[in-house]
Structures are given as C-alpha cells and as structure tokens.
C-alpha cells in the first residue's frame, strides 16, 4: 500500500502522506485557501471544520471545508474559482 | 403648523418610516422619527428586497408599478451597498395550466405598459440551467430587480436626517394619539401628525387596526456565482400568498450580487416567536430543492425569520385613521413593504400636505375597515 497520495492544487501536484487533509496539502502547496471577500488570503483557523475560513474547490464542488476531508489520488483542489 | 414640538413624528424606522420621513421632510415638514431599536431592523431587514410589480388587484397593481418607477428614478444616487440590480423576474410555470396563468398575466402587463418575455421550456432552461428540466415555460418581467433593504432604508433615513429630521432609536413607544407620543422611558413628545408605521406592530399602538404577524423563513447560501441569474418565482406562489389562513411554502429564489442565493419562501399565522420553524422550513428547502436540484450540495450559512404585516385585504393603510385626525397609517404592507415603500410614503405625504396624488389613494385608505364592519 503506497504511503503517499498524489494530488493537484491549481493545478500543480502535491504528494501528502495517506491519511493528510486537503489542509495539509495547501500547507505543503504554500497556497492561500481562498480569498475573503475584502481580497485577504485566508487559510485554516479552527482546523475542526467550524469556522468555514479554510474552504476550496474540490472537483468542481466550491466551499469545501479542506481540514475536513482527506486528500485522495488524482484530487483536483482549486483556489481560484 | 403650530406650536407642537414636531409637524410630524414617524413611529417605526422601517424602510416605510425611513421613506416618509425622508419625503415629509422634503415638503418643508419639522419632521422625528422614533424606533425602538435600529433603522430597518425589523421586517425590513428580514425580507428579501425583491423590487417587483404584482397583479393580485388593481390596487396592488397601481402601487408596485408607481412604486418600482420611483425605485428606477432614485437608483443613480442609491449607494452601491445598496445593491440594486434589474435583474429581472421569472414566474416560473410547471405546467400548462400555469403556462395559461403566463399569457393571461402577461396581457395585463402588456395593456400597462409593464415589458415582459414569455419563455418556452428550452429559453427558460437556458437563461437558467440550474431549474428542473421539463417545465412548461415562465414570464419573464424585465424591469423587477432586487435590492439590499437595510441599507436602502439607511441610505433614505440618512437622505431625511440631512434634509433636517430627527432621528431617534432606542426607546419604546408606549401610546400614540391625540398629538401626543408616549415613550415607555415616560418621555413625551408632541406632533401635529403622528404616522404609525411600526410594521407588524403598528396594532399595538392603534387599537382596532386589523394587522396580523404573518411569519417568513428565509436561508442564505454562500458565494455561489453564476449560479441563478433572475428572481425565480413559481406561479404556484399565488395560491400560497393568497390563503389566508393555512400556512403554506413557495418556491421563491433571488441572486444576491455576492453570488449568494436567498431561498424562500414560507408564510404562517399565528406563529409568534421568532425561532426558526424546522417543520415549515424543512416544507420550503424542499419545495426549492423540487424547483432547483442544483440547490441541494450548496452549502446554508443562515436562516432567518421575519414577522409581515398582512391586513385582511392584502392591501396596505396609507392615509388618516378616522378615529383620530392627529393619526395617519403607513403600515400593513405584508411581503410588498420594500417595493412599494416609496409610493407609500408619496401619497402618504400628498395626503397630509394638500397635494394631488400620481395614484388613487381610495383602496389604500384605513377608513375602509368602518366600512366593511359596518356591511358586516
């Protein structure tokens, strides 16, 4: 069983430990989790799913909270829709 | 006028308040306006603030239609939180019996000069992909918009207190009539006209006035861009506005500039706290979700309620209330108050100052509820 899963941020893959968050993707990834309405980068706060601050496009599905689900192969998150 | 410490004091910041103040000031009256808690916090910030004519009467008609031309007039100085934007209205037919409902409706507008488009099954789905396939059609209204309400209220109250009305929040009003306005703190204060415009409220301060609380849930998406583009309403809306007395749910969709979605709509009598209802809200994401199945993964970051003003005859009290000529009415206006809060307060303050009317004021006077008591 391989320990790694291999993913996509905007586009560039990512290669998180089995079992990582989408969180810890866009930690590795270095990018912004998404952009507040006054055009701040914000990223995980609460990192138990509360606070909504740590939200990306997963498969086309907008507002998903990253620290809530666990990245899998071939996963295309987004940050820039 | 004379000696009173005010022509004329408002009861209730709502938008309808903050709209007769700010035109009652403009006609050169030393106008107050009294709220107990904030500008448009109640039902005006509750609803949805869909700027759109109806045809459920003559009346209705004439007032919405006056009223949305006076929205067009003001939109170059609205401020851009306020959010106005045309974009348009679609009843929605599901089915040929509806789809008979979208010509008769759009031959009355038609004969008054409202524009409107008739959609077929294919131009309905793509002007809105996101709507059930297989629905008969729909009408479009070209010129309905939607607008944030609270700060359109606060932008006419700010407009009014720099014309030189008074503002004052944060006390009660205890009594009103005879000149004179009781707040509950034992202030008092002194007015040659006094206009109850407290909303849902207004009949706790005007015994005999036949206002009921009638109760709306609404919920609100995230950003969902692109998503829904016009104010989608089901014809079936009509017979759920309509009944009286049963509560009912609608679908009633509106695009919010953010890409949010506002999601409505539900109507109960009787139902007094301010809690969300989980049964009758359960009753209308369903109904939404019949309508648009796209809406089932967004994600909900709010639900609220709010109480309607809802008078027997669906139509607002706009003008003296007999019993008492230091008293006038702005209030009653149920699911309408945003749209026709500008005609309101028009033929509001053509009726205290003397003025010809644009519209006729007769369906909208109070003294109609002698009269139908005194036929009962």
Not at chain 2, 127 to 152: I, K, Q, T
Not at chain 2, 186 to 198: D, F, L, P, Y
Not at chain 2, 250 to 262: C, D, E, K, S
């Amino acid at each position: 069983m391989p320990s790694q899963v291999t993913l996509t941020v905007n586009g560039a893959p990512v290669a998180v430990p089995l079992g990582a968050t989408v969180a810890v993707a866009m930690a590795i990834a270095g990018e912004a989790c998404r952009t507040s309405v006054t055009g701040e980068p914000r990223g995980p706060l609460c990192g138990m799913g509360i606070c909504f601050e740590c939200r990306v496009t997963i498969n086309g599905r907008p507002h998903c909270r990253s620290c809530q689900i666990e990245c899998e192969t071939d996963m295309e998150v987004r940050t820039d829709q | 006028m004379s000696k009173a410490a005010y022509d004329v004091v408002v009861v209730g910041a709502g938008i309808v308040g903050a709209a007769c103040a700010d035109e009652l000031v403009r006609r050169g009256l030393r106008t107050a306006v009294v709220d107990r808690e904030v500008v448009g916090g109640g039902a005006t910030a509750a609803g949805m603030g869909h700027i759109v004519v109806m045809d459920d009467s003559e009346a209705q008609f004439a007032l919405t239609q006056y009223s949305q031309k006076l929205w067009q007039e003001l939109r170059p100085e609205l401020p851009d939180d306020v959010e106005y934007e045309q974009c348009g209205t679609i009843w929605v037919a599901a089915d040929e019996d509806e789809m008979a409902e979208v010509w008769r409706k759009r031959d009355y507008y038609e004969k008054r000069g409202v524009p409107t488009e008739v959609l077929d099954t294919t131009s309905l789905q793509s002007l809105e992909p996101n709507l059930r396939g297989g629905m008969a059609g729909g009408l479009l209204v070209l010129e309905d918009g939607v607008l944030y309400p609270p700060c359109a209220a606060r932008y006419l109250m700010d407009r009014a207190q720099g014309r030189g009305a008074r503002l004052h929040v944060g006390s009660c009003v205890a009594r009103i009539g005879e000149g004179r306005i009781q707040l509950s703190d034992g202030q008092e204060v002194s007015a040659e006209i006094i206009v109850n415009a407290a909303g849902a409220c207004a009949a706790d301060l005007t015994p005999g006035l036949e206002i009921k609380k009638r109760k709306g849930h609404l919920v609100i998406t995230d950003r969902y861009p692109g998503f829904l583009r016009h104010q989608l309403v089901e014809l079936g809306y009509l017979k759920s506005a309509h009944s009286v007395s049963a509560d009912s749910v609608a679908f009633n969709v509106q695009p919010r500039r953010t890409g949010q979605i506002l999601i409505g709509s539900s109507r109960q009598y009787g139902a007094e706290h301010k809690e969300a209802d989980n049964g009758i809200l359960v009753r209308m994401l369903q109904r939404a979700q019949e309508y648009m199945p796209g809406l089932t993964p967004l994600s909900v970051v709010r639900v609220w309620t709010g109480f309607r003003a809802a008078t027997p005859d669906k139509l607002p009290y706009i003008g003296p209330w007999p019993a008492d000529k230091s008293l006038f009415l702005a209030t009653g206006h149920e699911g309408l108050g945003i749209t026709t809060s500008l005609g309101t307060a028009r033929i509001l303050a053509d009726q205290i100052t003397g003025t010809r009317p644009e519209i006729a004021v007769e369906p909208y006077l109070p003294s109609r509820i002698a009269k139908e008591h005194a036929h009962a």
